[in-house]
């Protein structure tokens, strides 16, 4: 019993954190890549095709980027979304994103983050810890902080 008990404290203990930064996305042109850190916060605007206002929020980060990117590291990603189908969007909607847009199309982000609403914005901290959850894109709370 005690050899089983310290198995398990060993397997539980020996199983890192994952953090946003552990995990593999995909771009626009179908490549696998990670989310790189920085000295600054993360913010992370997740969105799926059948969201409402992700079209608004997405022309809205691109107006205020420069703002934005004096405080975070801004990325957007596409969750159960293919790139295909991401390139297909943008085209529709005539969106150009100044950012970096990702995918994860198997939801692999549910691994670090409860998702409760969609569209959402969630800042990570240097370490890839969430720290802020918030639905849509509040755009002057982010600024104000």
């Known amino acids: 019993m005690r050899k ?3 198995l398990f404290f060993l397997f539980l203990f020996s199983c890192g954190e994952t953090t946003v930064y552990d995990l593999t ?12 850190k920085s000295r600054k916060p993360l913010l992370l605007y997740v969105w799926t095709g059948t969201c409402t206002g992700h079209q608004e929020d997405m022309k809205l980060i691109n107006e205020h980027l420069s703002e934005l990117s004096k405080k975070y590291r801004v990325v957007s990603l596409a969750v159960f979304m293919k790139p295909e189908d991401v390139n297909k969007f ?4 005539q969106i150009k994103p100044k950012f970096l847009l990702l ?7 549910t691994n670090v983050i409860n998702l409760v609403f969609l569209p959402s914005t969630v800042v990570f901290d240097e370490s890839g810890k969430p720290i802020k959850s918030y639905p849509r894109l509040p755009l002057k709370e982010l600024l104000r902080v």
Do not use: A, C, M, Y
């Not at 995909?26 to 696998?32: Q, S």
């Open 103 to 109: 995918t994860d199309p198997e939801g692999k982000i």
């Open 25 to 36: 996305l995909t771009d626009l042109k179908g490549r696998e890549v990670k989310v790189e």
């Open 4 to 6: 089983l008990l310290l």
């Open 90 to 93: 943008l085209q529709e909607n």
